[in-house]
């Protein structure tokens, strides 16, 4: 539709003429079928008096799309670090949910945690611990697969906080990865967002524990008896403050300060999430 040019006219005496028009057209027992719509040309008629106004020009609408980029600008990533924050709360809370559950499960069939059957951890000729992804699937097959959904395990090679060895990788459906090994405990590192950097304790490795023998539940952040998030906080108190501070210093303590947090990433979790 294009304006049909015209002399210039009053707006209001055409919107007059229009109308008029239309009442003309009434007959008895009503309108006439068809004649009774307006035109296009009639609709749009009043408006195409001043046709400088019928569009934005040119620089209003690069102002427009200026002030709505410097918005976007500013509100995305705040939007996208609140996006991932729910996001990787609700993985986290699931997999703390699933293993006590499989826990659970697996004391109802295979007695009490303590006393399920667990190889000595290894070390080398200077104390240090040796990974034994072998036995850390010994144990996982026999005691909490059965009792858990996941979608592949394997023994593979991976980056850990910096350090690289090889560990037992259970794969969930929602890619991300537990990486499990046999040490005093068995090790539960839990990656959020899988083969993903940054591999970082706090960021998106969080650290858990299930432990096997009396005593070593002193590694478990919530003082459960088998399994739980780990922590050296206690040493020094278990207050969130106290908690908050052991993170800072000790990441991996960071899954208690979430688990004290209900799983939530809160406004001053002191780590950047990848």
């Known amino acids: 539709f294009s304006c049909p040019k015209k002399e210039k006219v009053n707006k209001e005496q ?4 229009v109308l008029s028009n239309k ?8 309108y006439a079928p068809r004649k009774a719509a307006f035109t296009l040309a009639e609709v749009f008629s009043p408006f195409c008096l001043s046709p400088r106004r019928v569009a934005f020009t040119l620089a209003e609408v690069l102002i427009t799309l200026g002030i709505i980029g410097v918005v976007a600008a500013m509100t995305m990533p705040t939007l996208l670090a609140n996006y991932k924050k729910k996001e990787y709360s609700t993985r986290i809370k699931k997999f703390y949910s699933v293993m006590s559950q ?61 350090y690289t060895g090889s560990f037992l990788n259970v794969i969930f459906s929602d890619g991300s990865i537990a990486y ?53 906080a206690f040493a020094k108190g278990n207050t969130r403050a106290q908690v908050l501070n052991q993170c800072k210093v000790y990441p991996a303590s960071c899954s208690l300060l979430l688990q004290i947090d209900n799983w939530e990433f809160k406004d001053d979790y002191p780590y950047k999430l990848q």
């Not at 055409?14 to 003429?17: F, L, Q």
């Not at 069939?109 to 850390?136: C, F, H, I, S, T």
């Not at 046999?182 to 967002?193: A, K, R, S, T």
Request: a negative charge; proline letters at 2%; hydrophobic letters at 30%.
């Open 14 to 17: 055409t919107i007059s003429k």
């Open 23 to 30: 009442l003309k057209r009434k007959v008895r027992g009503g």
């Open 102 to 162: 499989a826990v659970k499960l697996s004391e109802a069939a295979n007695g009490e945690a303590y006393y399920w059957e667990k190889e000595l951890r290894q070390q080398d000729d200077d104390g240090v611990m040796v990974n034994n992804p072998e036995a850390a699937k010994v144990f996982f097959d026999k005691y909490l697969k059965p009792y858990m959904s996941i979608l592949s395990e394997n023994i593979e090679t991976a980056s850990v906080e910096g």
């Open 180 to 232: 499990i090994n046999n040490g005093q405990c068995v090790d539960f590192i839990y990656d959020l967002n899988g083969k993903k950097g940054p591999n970082r304790y706090g960021q998106d490795l969080f650290s858990f524990l299930l432990c096997t023998e009396e005593g070593n539940e002193r590694y478990l952040g919530n003082r459960h008896k088998s399994f739980g998030t780990y922590s050296e």
